[in-house]
Nanobody
Framework: QVQLVESGGGLVQPGGSLRLSCAAS????????MGWYRQAPGKQRELVAA???????NYADSVKGRFTMYRDNAKNTVTLQMNSLKPEDTAVYYC?????????????WGQGTQVTVSS
């Protein structure tokens, strides 16, 4: 079992910045993929950014150049730095992790954190 704790989010004006953090905890797991997804009202959940065990990070085209994700392997955390935020970035942001435990692969989601970009 793996637990995800998210922090950050809130209300910000267009052009502003926010930082989201996610920490994974549990026992005897290795992280394969860790990242952030988001879901806006009436839309499907979509990838924002995710990093694999090799250290490669994949970003959605809509956030490239504005968002940067950092991963701390020692602490099992990822931090999403969001700059130049736009109203269309408004969504609930979810942390997701894919792990291996005793040879089996599992995925876990965080509870979600609201990001609202509005003047």
């Amino acid at each position: 079992q793996v637990q995800l704790v998210e922090s950050g989010g809130g209300l910000v004006q267009p052009g502003g910045s926010l930082r989201l953090s996610c920490a994974a905890s549990g026992s005897r797991f290795s992280i394969n993929v860790m990242g952030w997804y988001r879901q806006a009202p009436g839309k499907q959940r979509e990838l924002v950014a995710a990093t694999n065990s090799g250290g490669s990070t994949n970003y959605a085209d809509s956030v490239k150049g504005r968002f940067t994700m950092y991963r701390d392997n020692a602490k099992n955390t990822v931090t999403l730095q969001m700059n130049s935020l736009k109203p269309e970035d408004t969504a609930v942001y979810y942390c997701k992790v894919i792990v291996t435990i005793s040879g089996y692969t599992y995925q876990y989601w965080g509870q979600g954190t609201q990001v609202t970009v509005s003047s």
